[in-house]
DNA sequence: GCATAAACGCAAGTAATTTGCAATTACTGG
DNA sequence: CCAGTAATTGCAAATTACTTGCGTTTATGC
């Protein structure tokens, strides 16, 4: 359990949001995760906490002020992890049954063949898909 | 122009797939872009020649074979590119605009850093994505 | 407690992609 | 070249993931 799960109000009042049930909630149980989710998972999880609606607004709030971290791994939707509750980290994705393991961060050296090792649930990794983001020359201020 | 550019059809007969004007027609354009395009780009630019639905079945069928490579720059949708008719690299993503620069592959030391120096139409770069794929031990054949 | 802003749930809407299916086209062997 | 077969196509409809509008409720700061 990370260090915000009981904390999740302090969090959310550090961050000028209102500390509600559901978001509460919401935060607890991404604190228990030990991967990122899809927000199916959430959805079934936290059916009892808060409506879906409420569930996608939340989780836009906590990625906007940095607060969780958003992941595409092809799969269709995204999937969210709780941000800062463990060091960086990658992510190998099973492309037959969508599993996902977290892989530490390291020096970048023959990064597949490292990280495979450092991938015990995995049998091979065969491709990675390395995405930057930042600002343009035209959109920065 | 890449390679395929002119030999779409014996790209097609290569890969076992019927060659079709529709196919040929995709694999053309996309051999003459320069950055992963969306379904809505090749969808506007190809009307004429294949029917969205077949657009999509056909971009399937590619990237099953490992001659397109399908990409998710957080945007919703997906994009494509042809493989192997450059050499390896990675893709900068404005935050602001959805402009896409090439980024060449290189040793990964101080990666954020080298890699803006090669990003001439980039300000700045603040984050990146990295994703494994695979299969993990228990789909491994 | 009370005013105000934030958040909520429900219903409806939208964008991207997929599926079903009958009609057409490409490929293969003769 | 030509028929038979399999692959591919286009259209309509469905599905999935996510978003928006809006009137009601709840949290926050005084």
Redesign the pocket.
């Known amino acids: 359990m990370s260090l915000y799960a009981d904390r999740a109000d302090e969090f959310l009042?550090a961050h000028k949001?209102?500390?509600?049930?559901?978001?509460i909630a919401l935060l607890k149980f991404l604190a228990a995760q030990r991967r990122p989710v899809s927000?199916?998972y959430l959805r079934r999880n936290l059916k009892n906490e808060?409506?879906?609606?409420?569930l996608?607004?939340?989780l836009?709030?906590f990625v906007e002020r940095g607060m969780v971290v958003q992941f595409d791994f092809g799969h269709?939707?995204?999937h969210y992890e709780l941000a800062h509750d463990r060091p960086h980290h990658h992510h190998a994705v099973c492309e037959s049954c969508g599993t996902i393991e977290d892989i530490p961060a390291q020096d970048r050296r023959d990064l597949l063949k490292s990280t495979l090792q450092k991938s015990p649930g995995f049998a091979q990794l065969t491709r990675h898909s390395l995405e930057f983001y930042g600002l343009c020359v035209s959109c920065a201020p």
Request: net charge neutral.
């Open positions: 009042q949001l209102s500390r509600t049930p559901g978001r927000v199916e808060l409506d879906q609606v409420s996608y607004r939340a836009e709030a269709g939707h995204a």
